[in-house]
Structures are given as structure tokens and as C-alpha cells.
Nanobody
């Protein structure tokens, strides 16, 4: 079992920045691909970015390219995946979730094995 914990959300003005973190304990998590997704009120959950277990493959949604950067820090006992969000826009407002995929990295949410509880990001205009 892998438990994911997101942090770093909050309220920020348009044009500002936030860095989200997704942490999990256990050596096996370092072998998981990790994705970030977001869900705005009344909308479906959308793919944001994903990174393979070793950082060798990275994917981003067109809507965030050039503004958001995904990265990860693997250690022997803990793995943390970051989502650096710059030039934030009101339309980025959503609950952001991280998810872990044992079999690789993908933009398809239904292929992820574990999900965090989400962290709220609110961008004011």
C-alpha cells in the first residue's frame, strides 16, 4: 500500500507561483511513475503533468507547458514529487491530486493505482 500526501496549495494572485509537493514513504514508491491531476468545481479531473520513476520521461498538458514544471527527489527512504507552478491564472484554480502508477507514466487517470487526498489551489484575478 502506498499513501500519498499532497501539500503546498493555497491562495495566490494571478501571476504568482506555488510549489506543490507529493510525498510517500517506502522504498517501492521510488519505482512508481507519478502524475498530477486537477479538478475544478463541476468539471472532470484533468491531467496536468507526469514523471517516470527515474525522471527520464516527463509529460505535461498543453495548458500548463512553459508554466508548470514537474520534478522528483528519490532517496532511500522517501520520495517527493514536486509541481512548480508559475504564472498562475484564475483558470488554474482547482483541487490538485497526485497519483502513483506502478507500471509506468501516463496521462490517463484510470491507470493510476494510488491517489492522494488533494490540495486546493485558488488563483485570484
Amino acid at each position: 500500500q502506498v499513501q500519498l500526501v499532497e501539500s503546498g496549495g493555497g491562495l495566490v494572485q494571478a501571476g504568482g507561483s506555488l510549489r506543490l509537493s507529493c510525498a510517500a514513504s517506502g522504498r517501492t514508491f521510488s519505482r512508481y511513475g507519478v502524475g498530477w491531476f486537477r479538478q475544478a468545481p463541476g468539471k472532470e479531473r484533468d491531467f496536468v503533468a507526469a514523471i517516470s520513476w527515474n525522471g527520464g520521461s516527463i509529460y505535461s498538458a498543453d495548458s500548463v507547458k512553459g508554466r508548470f514544471t514537474i520534478s522528483r527527489d528519490n532517496t532511500n527512504t522517501k520520495t517527493t514529487v514536486y509541481l512548480q507552478m508559475n504564472s498562475l491564472k484564475p483558470e488554474d484554480t482547482a483541487i490538485y491530486y497526485c497519483a502513483a502508477d506502478l507500471h509506468g507514466v501516463t496521462s490517463r487517470s484510470n491507470e493510476y493505482d494510488y491517489w492522494g487526498q488533494g490540495t486546493q489551489v485558488t488563483v485570484s484575478s
